[in-house]
């Protein structure tokens, strides 16, 4: 008799997904709670695991579809066998679970994630030959990563077919042919542009600058980075520094933690900090609770989380949720300057940019060369007046050029 496999419960207000893969083809046989799809949201990715042991028979929904929770996206024989009268899967998965390219290196029954399995197929790698180090022995994209750098990855050739395998594209021809290829915006993609057009269309975005001298906060990460990496685990990272400073500066100038809801303002007495994360579907952004009660160790440690599991493709609904203050730090891109738009229903962003050695008057009149950073808040003029905004940035860089106030709360 065979078993449905139903989209789960996708979270608050969430009611339907996209189909973004199939880890699992039919006629392969499948563990419990082992992994079988991947589905796209408006905010993350997330695996759909198979309800019981047995083997796939058929996929009821193609890469691509949309589906709505609780509907039955395909179904497991009991045993070791696959059933071929249940209803068909679409022609290109059943040509696909039929037959897998063999220049597929993906196509295995080892189980990927999207971001590691896109990473596999564009290096042309062999997963079953690369050790995996994450949960239950599964591969990530470090592991990958590191065998690509100090392994045997293909040659370029069949990188080429690899990748052409999964999303074929025609080659530039030698007397210029131009080629065009259409791709479907992915669920998350959708979401976060609606986001931010709406944040365009609703809010009075303004954006206020300054700058930073990083040499105070260069010099305490020079003097302390062995022994906190020592006593913590972790590097001391300059985000540390700006989520603490946010916290200081967001109970001196508590509108821009607040938000507009309808005719009213929601103050809120915690901070929680929304941190801009890349991802390969695009920009998530995960949130530090509590930041206000958290060590600097507490920060990096969960930032750090954030980054390896934005990569992996692994991060929640609950890690998404709320979000009182958001940071970006577009320096670690190289970007000098640019204005942040807001993520609603939050009021403020707070862009951090790239560290450079720039000549500064000092308060003797000499000129040095000092390692200065750019910084911005967009914001909501609805709410938060200019005076505010100066303030709150002020406040920043106060705390920064003078890392000694976030320990004495000044």
Not at 34 to 40: C, H, T
Not at 157 to 177: D, F, L, M, Q, R
Not at 376 to 402: C, M, N, Q
């Amino acid at each position: 008799m065979a078993t449905d496999v139903k989209v789960p419960v996708l979270g608050e207000s969430i009611t339907e997904a996209t189909v973004g893969e199939w880890l699992k083809q039919p006629g392969d046989i499948v563990a419990a709670d082992e992994p079988i799809a991947s589905l796209e949201t408006d905010k993350v990715a997330l695996e759909v695991p198979a309800p019981e042991a047995g083997t796939l028979s058929a996929h009821l929904v193609a890469v691509g579809d949309t589906v709505e929770v609780g509907a039955i996206i395909a179904q497991i024989e009991a045993g070791g066998t696959s059933a071929s009268t249940t209803k068909a899967a679409p022609a290109e998965t059943a040509e696909k679970a039929a037959a897998p390219a063999a220049s597929d290196p993906a196509a295995s029954s080892i189980t990927l994630s999207p971001a590691v399995r896109r990473l596999v197929l564009e290096h042309g790698v062999d997963p079953s030959k690369i050790k995996g180090t994450g949960k239950d022995g599964r591969l990530t994209k470090d592991d990958v990563e590191q065998y690509v750098k100090h392994g045997a990855p293909a040659p370029l050739a069949e990188k080429g077919s690899a990748k052409g395998a999964e999303a074929p594209v025609s080659a530039p021809a030698a007397g210029g042919t131009r080629n065009e290829e259409r791709v479907r915006m992915t669920r998350l993609r959708q979401t976060v542009a609606k986001r931010l057009k709406e944040a365009q269309d609703t809010a009075a975005l303004l954006t206020t600058f300054n700058d930073v001298d990083m040499t105070a906060v260069i010099e305490t990460r020079s003097k302390y980075k062995e022994l906190f990496a020592k006593k913590h685990g972790v590097k001391l990272g300059f985000m540390g520094f700006f989520a603490k400073a946010a916290c200081l500066a967001l109970k001196d100038v508590p509108s821009v933690n607040a938000q507009i809801d309808g005719d009213e303002i929601v103050y809120h007495d915690y901070v929680d900090i929304s941190v801009a994360v890349s991802a390969p579907n695009g920009l998530v952004v995960p949130v530090i609770r509590n930041a206000e009660t958290m060590s600097f160790a507490d920060v990096e440690n969960t930032i750090g989380d954030f980054g390896k599991r934005a990569k992996d493709g692994t991060l929640t609904m609950a890690d998404m949720k709320g979000g009182t203050f958001t940071i970006s730090n577009g320096g670690v891109f190289g970007s000098l300057m640019s204005t942040p738009i807001i993520n609603p229903p939050q009021s403020a962003v707070l862009g951090l940019h790239r560290i450079e050695q720039r000549p500064v008057v000092m308060p003797d009149g000499s000129i040095e060369a000092r390692p200065m950073m750019y910084l911005a808040l967009s914001y909501d003029h609805r709410l938060i007046d200019g005076r505010e905004a100066v303030t709150f940035l002020v406040r920043i860089k106060e705390a920064i050029e003078d890392p000694t106030r976030l320990l004495i709360d000044l």
